[in-house]
């Protein structure tokens, strides 16, 4: 029986007043509408099905409404507005059986209102904010005609020379998958089904973070304990929460490219995670196991992938190609075809897109007029975010925050640079609608004080860097050079910092060099700003650096010399607001590292999760024949988990409610929080344990709890954590999840140095 949209269809119909009809009985009957469907298919129908295409890179538009009519494309992504992907919808359900298709998008941390980065929602610790932010991105890009979003993005990051570190969440498995597990939850809403989520397809799986050396694309070569103990419970935590896809990554692992990993997509991801819905491959992925050199051609390439268990391509026609020669000749079984048919036809159906394929791009009478109108976007939810998202690094003799009088210089290339506040993968995003620094403090200080603007410096003056970070735009060249010399526009920035009372210089990386494709051999702010910063310093004047980057940077320079250092990644359309906010003192600032910012690239890996060694150094005692680099001082610059407020929070009186835990059985961990400062302010409480000994070598530590809490100046209140066996749990040699008896010690602190100590038993 056909849809009753379909026959409304035929009969003349409206789309929207078919939509309105009762569903069919099968049609509420997933496997067997999807069974029927199946039985109906040419074997070209259903390789159709397979291909998720882009719009306008892959597929210029005129071509692909023929394409769409003829049943050959499945899914498409990159087009943002209801008025484009209405037509191509109506021509899919001219298709001989009527399939929708599906409309997909990066939408990773915005949509129209850009959040900040990943990174810069990890530093919020606060799973509400980011589930506000996850949240609005659904809205705003279903009401946009879209149905699927390439996100949330859980790569474990652990070396920040790896640009795609921006993306992410951070080198913490438990913070990681506490935010996946969030952000699949605030995209899908209720049901991906709702006119208003979309479905989340998570990503990059897997392991894409731990890319050899920081290089993107690269192999990962990675023992099966790591990867099930520090690098796949954010995916897995993603499909647990209902992730209607996974997006393959582009590496390698151990040998075999993720693409042809059927130990990855089949054995890991269906069976033993069971996992339901579509496995689509990342963009030209299935083409580049030539390059990877474990297929020939493009046939071989296709045949690896489909049994594999990559359901649809993304971005190549090989399986258009290929599929239908390997199923003649018997290499490829029909029923593996099936298998990944089923798939795509069970997304779209979780989507909703059966029951009404306008579900989200709604009737023409309704399309917005501006789609880029002010009333779409999410500023005050945008500002909200954003302002839990900015980590206080340093603030010396209570630098901050800013009094609202006198002269404020504000230097920097990025103090006014609209587009570098959205950070990478900006969506639909329109750089012209984010407020830069330059105008949040504006508007924060009205006619109180004045405030004196320079450039001071280009991002920087490497025409070699330039023209490749233009090049990665090449459509819309984002990294414009001042084409003063720097001479000349330091002297101006000297000048203008010189009559006033403060700076405030916005300093950091162009938001392309954190970005896909972007790895780099130095975390150095560039030399360019590196330059203005000397040459500002020399002045005298209180120095407040406002950090925009999207990853951990070296900042010797920085703590040596700055009063106040301010780290506000890519903080989106509201960031200018909430810097401000930050800056004066309207919002106190809560932000904690969600990743260990390193002394030197040559410490990389920094992480503070790392295993137990025979040799460890230890603080204060000496140092030879420990595992240490002799030249520079032991630990990262800045810990995990670490971040000021302008209030003092004291914790005190941590207790245990009994030395041991019963086997099965439960345990809390109680401490006092204080507010000891002068202001109302927000900080985030750490659990981390240490199992003392195990069969295996376990971490130095390991965050299994956190709670951000608000306290008014002076409040005091206990807070509590109720630990059971599973947080002891680990996975050893045998790969088997366990807990075994011993001594743990809890370890609670406002970062993961400073820490309150005690120990109980396993029983
Ligand atoms: C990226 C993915 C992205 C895809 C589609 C690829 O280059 O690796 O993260 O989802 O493009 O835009």
Known sequence: MKPLYLLGLMAGLSLQSIAAEPPS?????????????????TLDEKIGQLRLISIGGDMPRERILGELAAGRIG???????????????????????????????????????????????????????IATSGRVQAIEASADGLDMTFAPMVDISRDPRWGRTSEGFGEDPYLVSQIARTMV?????????????VTASVKHF??????????????????????????????RAAIDAGAGGVMVALNSINGVPASANTWLLQDLLRRDWGFKGVALSDHGAISELIRHGVAKDGREAARLAIKAGIDMSMADSLYLQELPGLVNSGEVGVGEIDAAVREVLGVKYDMGLFHDPFRRIGSAKDDPADVNAESRLHRKAAREVARQSLVLLENNDRTLPLAKRGTIALVGPLADSPIDMMGSWSAAGVAKQSVTLRQGMLDALGSKAELSYARGANITDDKRMVDYLNFLNWDNPEVVQDPRSPTDMIAEAVAVAERADVIVAAVGE?????????????????????????????????????????????LNWAKANADAILETWFSGTEGGHAIADVLFGDYNPSGKLPISIPRSVGQIPTYYNHLRVGRPYIEGKPGNYTSQYFEEQTGPLYPFGYGLSYSQFELSGLQLSS????????????????NAGPRDGATTVQLYLRDEVASVIRPVKELKAFRKVALKAGEAREIRFRLSENDLAFVNAQLQRVAEPGEFEVQIGLDSEQVERASFTLQ
Not at 25 to 40: G, N, Q, T
Not at 206 to 235: I, K, T
Not at 513 to 532: F, G, V, W
């Open 25 to 41: 009985p099968l049609l509420d009957d997933k496997p067997a509408f999807i069974a029927s469907l199946i039985e109906k298919m």
């Open 75 to 129: 899914g498409t992504f990159n087009t943002v507005t209801r008025g484009d992907n209405r037509p191509m919808q109506e021509a899919a359900l001219r298709s001989r059986l009527h399939i929708p298709i599906f409309f997909a998008y990066d939408v990773v941390h915005g949509h129209r209102t850009i959040f900040p980065i990943g990174l810069g929602l990890a530093s919020s610790w606060d799973l509400e904010a």
């Open 185 to 197: 939850q605030a995209y899908q809403g209720k049901s991906p089904a709702a006119a208003d989520s």
């Open 206 to 235: 897997a392991l894409y973070g731990a890319v050899e050396g920081g290089r993107d694309y690269n192999v990962v070569d990675m023992s099966p304990m790591r990867m099930h103990q520090d690098f796949l419970p954010p995916y």
């Open 510 to 554: 162009s938001r392309g060099m954190s970005h896909e494709a972007s790895s780099r051999t130095s975390l150095q702010i560039p030399e360019s700003q590196q330059a203005l910063l000397r040459a500002l310093k020399k002045t005298g004047k209180p120095l407040v650096l406002v950090l925009m980057n999207g990853r951990p940077l070296d």
């Open 659 to 674: 030395p041991t835990m019963a086997r099965n059985g439960e345990l809390d961990v109680s401490v006092t929080l204080k």
